[in-house]
């Protein structure tokens, strides 16, 4: 038929283009966290050595949203809707979006629900360079008496370095903090202590590790 509707159906001008699968960002806002860089955040590159915070940002000191990976050690809280942009109502309370009286139907906009823009890390310490670019070493610390010089030899099964001896290089802007007890300083590091450090792992000629860049300390409390 001439005129028939073939051309101008469904098929010849379907939505496939714009539709979720091709346009929907939600999956990827969904995986989308705030940070929050503080004046006390440490910043390390892909070496262990600290960095400016500016390294987030191009020549024209505009944010470069093409960064590299990094890993951020950090404490999650709730954003206020003044932080994240959206609109929702304070948590807890919700909308009547077709005015029946009731905020519970399928219409409304129940605001207590949170989702992943919601939330912020404010950054303890940021590690640039990808997930294995900086080593989780757990074991015992050593500092010789003498020198202060500090060496962890590492657990068997420390995901890290197992049964290595390296030395402690402790970095400018490096956390130390007790567990469950929270920051502390460098006089917290003892001989003797339990310790999980974060750093980079630098090798000899043999590719063995012998010392770590210390971005991070987390000590294990003293037993009673």
Do not use: K, Y
Request: with cysteine; proline share 3%.
């Amino acid at each position: 038929d001439a005129n028939d509707d073939d051309a101008n159906d469904d098929d010849a001008n379907d939505d496939d283009a714009n539709d979720d699968d091709a346009n929907d960002d939600t999956d990827r806002n969904r995986a989308c966290v705030a940070v929050s860089v503080l004046s006390d955040t440490g910043i390390f590159d892909a070496m262990g050595n600290p960095v400016a915070a500016d390294i987030f940002f191009d020549n024209a000191g505009i944010p470069d949203t093409e960064f590299a990976s990094a890993t951020v050690v950090g404490q999650i809280r709730v954003q206020d809707d003044d932080e994240d942009g959206d609109s929702e109502a304070a948590a807890g309370t919700a909308s009547d979006s077709d005015g029946d009286g009731s905020a519970d139907d399928d219409s409304d906009s129940d605001s207590g629900a949170r989702g992943l823009d919601d939330l912020v890390i404010d950054a303890v310490v940021i590690e640039l360079g990808p997930a294995d670019t900086f080593a989780s070493v757990r074991g015992v610390i050593t500092v010789d008496a003498a020198t202060q010089a500090i060496t962890i030899t590492a657990d068997a099964d420390s995901s890290g370095a197992p049964g290595a001896v390296l030395t402690v290089q402790l970095q400018t802007g490096a956390r130390v903090f007790i567990r469950d007890q929270g920051e502390t300083d460098a006089a917290a590091i003892v001989d003797g202590a339990r310790a999980e450090i974060d750093g980079v792992l630098m090798l000899d000629a043999a590719a063995t590790p012998t010392a770590i860049t210390a971005v991070l300390v987390v000590i294990e409390p003293a037993a009673p």
